[in-house]
């Protein structure tokens, strides 16, 4: 949230956090999200939701008329506008890699730790019709995905 915050300031963008601990205090989040009148959503990393709420966030971002950037592209998948993030396909990869080294005698101890390196951006054509929102044609490059 520091890093977030700093990257706001720098972008003269006004941040107004609010933390969801519990999948009870989802919709009331979003009040609260409305209440302040932003005009976008970041959801930050929460493993918890993952599973098992991206579904409801992604559509009360909808409803809400609010475009979302999300942590995963499975929130993307789902019905989010955009995410940016750690690419958990490689991070499973990655994961398999070092279960092999161990199952082969190698000591967990003695490897290294990995920081990651794949990140990805992930685009939802269909959320963005419904928002009303076209992505410049420079992001849609960028991409590494467009779901459409």
Same mark, same amino acid.
């Given at each position: 949230?520091?890093?977030? #915050?700093?990257? $706001?300031?720098?972008?003269?963008?006004?941040?107004? &956090?609010? @933390?969801?601990?519990?999948?009870?205090?989802?919709?009331? !989040?979003?009040?609260?999200? #409305? +209440?302040?009148? $932003?005009?976008?959503?970041?959801?930050? *990393?929460? &493993?918890?939701?993952?599973?098992?709420?991206?579904? @409801?966030?992604?559509?009360? !971002?909808? +409803?809400?008329? /609010?475009?979302?950037?999300?942590?995963?592209?499975?929130?993307?998948?789902?019905?989010?506008?955009?995410?940016?993030?750690?690419?958990?396909?490689?991070?499973?990869?990655?994961?398999?890699?070092?279960?092999?080294?161990?199952?082969?005698?190698?000591? &967990? !101890?003695? /490897?290294?730790? @990995? #920081?990651? *390196?794949?990140?990805? /951006?992930? /685009?939802?054509? %269909?959320?963005? %019709? $419904?928002?009303?929102?076209?992505?410049? &044609?420079?992001?849609?490059?960028? $991409?590494?995905?467009?779901? #459409?």
């Amino acid at each position: 949230m520091r890093e977030t #915050q700093a990257a $706001a300031q720098v972008l003269g963008v006004e941040l107004h &956090p609010i @933390e969801v601990s519990r999948p009870d205090e989802i919709a009331g !989040a979003f009040a609260a999200v #409305q +209440q302040t009148g $932003a005009g976008a959503l970041l959801v930050l *990393t929460n &493993p918890s939701m993952i599973e098992q709420h991206r579904g @409801e966030v992604t559509a009360l !971002a909808l +409803q809400h008329r /609010l475009p979302a950037m999300y942590p995963w592209r499975l929130y993307v998948d789902v019905g989010g506008l955009m995410s940016y993030g750690i690419s958990l396909r490689w991070m499973y990869q990655r994961a398999a890699y070092y279960v092999d080294k161990i199952l082969k005698g190698a000591k &967990p !101890a003695d /490897l290294p730790v @990995e #920081q990651p *390196t794949k990140f990805e /951006l992930v /685009l939802n054509l %269909k959320t963005a %019709k $419904a928002l009303g929102i076209t992505f410049p &044609p420079s992001l849609l490059v960028l $991409a590494d995905e467009v779901i #459409q």
